[in-house]
């Protein structure tokens, strides 16, 4: 690294990195940073050079592993990137677009290590790599135990309080990806974290009092589906619209953080993440991740609390003083994003997530005219059911369920007259009404089940879905009234 662009195979042999990860430290007020910062990356496109990228630099991690307590170089890294991050809006407002990259690749540096040491030592040995300082093997300061705490506090300050402008765009994303790859500690322990680093900073200290904004501004960044900016925008050379190195590293943590969290990660199918948006798609991995952290054992998750009691901008009641993480957010916009970004499944947990949770949205979404929008799309799931993974395929299902125990939705979706829905290829349906399309997709679902997979959890689960309905069946399509005799 350093001045001029690097490769994936020049990186161990690097001699920027080869400092950085020596016996020799380094202070944070040395020009090596400016140096060492200087680069430029081609961001790998495959997970086959993403391993290469691994292979590549875990020679140069695990030096800095083994020399890092002799010479805090590590604790220097993150000293210099948060000294940057102070002047970083006001660099924004400035147009500087040399100290903007110089940041987004220290917090590059700090991501890359982050993962490796995670993967490589407990959470115990983690936090002492960033207490040590250059001073006698071993030791640490106590003034410094809180560095780790500080990095996550100023993560979460740039992702909320930066403007989104095209020469932030990137290092926005990889403050994202790094708090992805900060909480990928549960990936490395078979039993449930309760009393984690995670839990330690980001419910109990400092960090809480951005619980709301954070939220707020991770759903916006999923509902506006920010594209990168056009090549030029900024000094550091445009990646593919993957988004780069970090979207592709994090993007991977995050897809095994989720199947832990969704139905034991069952299926083997895998869906490609949408790509046109890495800002809303790690932004929507990392909300899904903070809401499925367990609660700690003397605190309720307040990013679970302030994603349940959230409400809409055109509602002016106040909030019960119980509630902690209060805030309001478009519920009209965030209806549409939901709408449009069904075809991936943590667009679909999300949307599960807050039908489940938050009582404020789905009375808004059981409210609406309109539902053929939202219900269309989970439909579609449940037709394409080879070609999506079963946890994809269970929560759009539950979606299904929660929807129907709702006796005006029933009433409803039988007034809702579709015209051609295409993608429905057993029949020709020029017309249609919504709820005799819902009654043969889970039907069709119920024989696909019987036939193949025979999972008793999904086949329970579409026969509810059915049952609850029953109660409202009208004007039946006659297809539809077929496909229930013959179901019997």
């Known amino acids: 690294m350093g001045s001029n662009s690097s490769r994936i195979g020049d990186l161990p042999k690097n001699e920027y990195l080869k400092k950085l990860s020596g016996t020799e430290s380094v202070s944070e007020n040395d020009p090596f940073w400016n140096q060492l910062l200087s680069f430029s990356f081609p961001a790998p496109t495959s997970s086959t050079e993403l391993k290469l990228l691994e292979e590549a630099t875990i020679s140069v991690c695990k030096s800095l592993v083994e020399n890092n307590p002799r010479t805090g170089n590590l604790a220097a890294l993150i000293k210099v990137f948060l ?25 590059f540096i700090i991501c890359c ?11 115990e040995e983690l936090q002492l790599h960033f207490t040590y300082e250059e001073k006698s093997p071993g030791s640490y300061s106590s003034a410094s135990e809180d560095l780790l705490e500080e990095l996550i506090c100023c993560l979460m300050h740039l992702i909320t309080d930066i403007p989104l402008l095209d020469i932030t765009y ?10 992805v790859v900060f909480l990928s500690c ?27 904004k954070l939220v707020k501004t991770l759903l916006y960044n999923f509902i506006r589906q920010e594209k990168p900016p056009p090549p030029g925008a900024h000094v550091f050379p445009q990646q593919s619209d993957g988004g780069g190195l970090l979207y592709g590293l994090a993007s991977g943590v995050a897809t095994g953080l989720w199947t832990v969290f969704t139905l034991g990660g069952a299926g ?12 809303a798609n790690q932004s929507l991995l990392l909300l899904l991740v903070l809401a499925n952290l367990t609660d700690a054992p003397d605190a309720p998750n307040p990013y679970r609390q302030a994603i349940m009691s959230f409400k809409n901008t055109q509602d002016n009641s106040p909030f019960p003083s119980s509630v902690l993480h209060a805030f309001q957010i478009n519920f009209n916009s965030l209806y549409t994003a939901l709408c449009e970004q069904q075809t991936s499944d943590q667009a679909t947990l999300l949307l599960y997530t807050l039908l489940h949770q938050n009582s404020n949205i789905r009375t808004y979404m059981l409210a609406r005219t309109d539902m053929e929008n939202l219900v269309l799309p989970i439909l579609e799931i449940l037709y ?27 009433r409803s979706i039988h007034e809702v007259i579709l015209k051609n829905i295409t993608w429905y290829s057993e029949r020709v349906l020029t017309e249609i009404s919504l709820g005799s399309l819902l009654i043969l997709v889970v039907i069709r679902t119920i024989q696909y089940n019987m036939t193949r997979t025979r999972d008793k959890y999904l086949h329970t689960n579409c026969l509810a879905a059915l049952a609850n309905m029953s109660a409202q069946f009208r004007s039946l399509h006659q297809y539809a009234a077929q496909r229930i005799i013959s179901l019997f």
């Not at 407002?93 to 100290?99: D, L, R, S, V």
């Not at 990137?170 to 790094?178: C, L, Q």
């Not at 549960?186 to 709301?212: A, D, N, P, W």
């Not at 083997?268 to 890495?278: A, G, N």
């Open 384 to 410: 394409h059911v080879e070609e999506r993974n079963s946890h994809h395929v269970y929560m759009a299902l539950i979606i299904l369920l929660i929807l129907t125990e709702d006796d005006g939705f029933n």
């Open 83 to 107: 000294s940057r991050t102070k002047e970083l809006k006001l660099s924004a407002e400035c147009q500087n677009h040399i100290f903007i990259w110089q940041t987004h690749n220290a917090l």
């Open 170 to 179: 990137e290092i926005s994303v990889e403050a994202i990806s790094t708090m």
């Open 268 to 279: 083997s199918k895998q869906q490609t993440p949408e790509l046109s948006s890495p800002l």
């Open 113 to 123: 290590l982050l993962k490796v040491f995670i993967c490589e030592m407990s959470e």
């Open 186 to 212: 549960q990936l490395f322990h078979k039993e449930v974290l309760r009393q984690s680093i995670s839990h330690k900073y980001l419910m109990q200290g400092r960090c809480v009092s951005y619980t709301s």
